[in-house]
C-alpha cells in the first residue's frame, strides 16, 4: 500500500484562489517531499521538508509538516491555470532510502 | 545538464517480445530509481541502484523483469517476455543523497 495519502483526490477551484491539499503517512520520515506532474510528462519536484522543520515556502507554494499527526500540506496561493496538474506527497522513511508515493490530488485551475 | 534522459520515449511490441529501456542519470546522482505508473496502482518503485548497486528489487513483478547499471551514466530496465498487463510509463529518476529526486520524461510502453 501507499505509504502517503492525498487528500482530496481531486480539486477543481478558479484562477486566483488559493488550493490546498493534504498528505499523511505512516511511518516515521527522514523527510517528506512534493512532486508535480502535468498530463503525460514526468514528476517535477517541488519542495522538501525535513522532518526536523515545521513550515518551508518557496515563491506561492508553502509546505507544512506535523509529524506529531504524519500529516504534511501543500498550499499554493493566487493559483493560475498553469498550476493544473497531480501533486503528488512522497516520504522518505527512516526506514529506508528510497521515496514511496501517494496516489496523488488532481488539481484543476479554471481559469 | 540535460535532466535524466530515457529512451525511447514510447514503445508499442508485440506480446513475447523483450523490451529493454534506457535511462541516463544526471553526472553526479549516486542514485537511480526505476517506478511503473498506472491508472490502477499508481507510481510504483520497481527497483533501485545505489552507486551502481542494486539495494531493493523487491518491487520487480516477476522474473520477467531485469535491472542492471553497469557504470553511473547508464542503466537499464529489460522485460523478457513481455505481456500485455506490462503496459505502463516507466520513469527512470535519479538523487544525490538527501535531495529531491529528478525524473526522466519517462518511456510509455504498450504491450499487444
Known amino acids: 500500500?501507499?505509504?502517503?495519502?492525498?487528500?482530496?483526490?481531486?480539486?477543481?477551484?478558479?484562477?486566483?484562489?488559493?488550493?490546498?491539499?493534504?498528505?499523511?503517512?505512516?511511518?516515521?520520515?527522514?523527510?517528506?517531499?512534493?512532486?508535480?506532474?502535468?498530463?503525460?510528462?514526468?514528476?517535477?519536484?517541488?519542495?522538501?521538508?525535513?522532518?526536523?522543520?515545521?513550515?518551508?515556502?518557496s515563491g506561492r507554494l508553502r509546505v507544512?509538516?506535523?509529524?506529531?499527526?504524519?500529516?504534511?500540506?501543500?498550499?499554493?496561493?493566487?493559483?493560475?491555470?498553469?498550476?493544473?496538474?497531480?501533486?503528488?506527497?512522497?516520504t522518505d522513511a527512516i526506514s529506508g532510502s528510497r521515496l514511496t508515493f501517494g496516489e496523488g490530488t488532481q488539481l484543476t485551475v479554471n481559469p | 545538464d540535460a535532466g535524466v534522459i530515457q529512451s525511447p520515449r514510447h514503445e508499442v511490441t508485440e506480446m513475447g517480445q523483450e523490451v529493454t529501456l534506457r535511462c541516463k542519470p544526471i553526472s553526479g546522482h549516486n542514485s537511480l530509481f526505476w517506478y511503473r505508473q498506472t491508472m490502477m496502482r499508481g507510481l510504483e518503485l520497481l527497483i533501485y541502484f545505489n552507486n551502481n548497486v542494486p539495494i531493493d528489487d523487491s518491487g520487480m513483478p516477476e522474473d520477467r523483469f531485469s535491472a542492471k547499471m553497469p557504470n553511473a551514466?547508464?542503466?537499464?530496465?529489460?522485460?523478457?517476455?513481455?505481456?500485455?498487463?506490462?503496459?505502463?510509463?516507466?520513469?527512470?529518476?535519479?538523487?544525490?543523497?538527501?535531495?529531491?529526486?529528478?525524473?526522466?520524461?519517462?518511456?510509455?510502453?504498450?504491450?499487444?
Open chain 1, 1 to 57: 500500500s501507499q505509504q502517503g495519502e492525498e487528500d482530496p483526490q481531486a480539486l477543481s477551484i478558479q484562477e486566483g484562489e488559493n488550493a490546498t491539499m493534504n498528505c499523511s503517512y505512516k511511518t516515521s520520515i527522514n523527510n517528506l517531499q512534493w512532486y508535480r506532474q502535468n498530463s503525460g510528462r514526468g514528476l517535477v519536484h517541488l519542495i522538501l521538508i525535513r522532518s526536523n522543520e515545521r513550515e518551508k515556502h
Open chain 2, 73 to 112: 551514466s547508464f542503466s537499464t530496465l529489460k522485460i523478457q517476455p513481455s505481456e500485455p498487463r506490462d503496459s505502463a510509463v516507466y520513469f527512470c529518476a535519479s538523487s544525490a543523497a538527501n535531495y529531491g529526486y529528478t525524473f526522466g520524461s519517462g518511456t510509455r510502453l504498450t504491450v499487444v
Open chain 1, 64 to 90: 507544512t509538516l506535523d509529524t506529531s499527526k504524519k500529516s504534511s500540506s501543500l498550499l499554493i496561493t493566487a493559483s493560475r491555470a498553469a498550476d493544473t496538474a497531480s501533486y503528488f506527497c512522497a
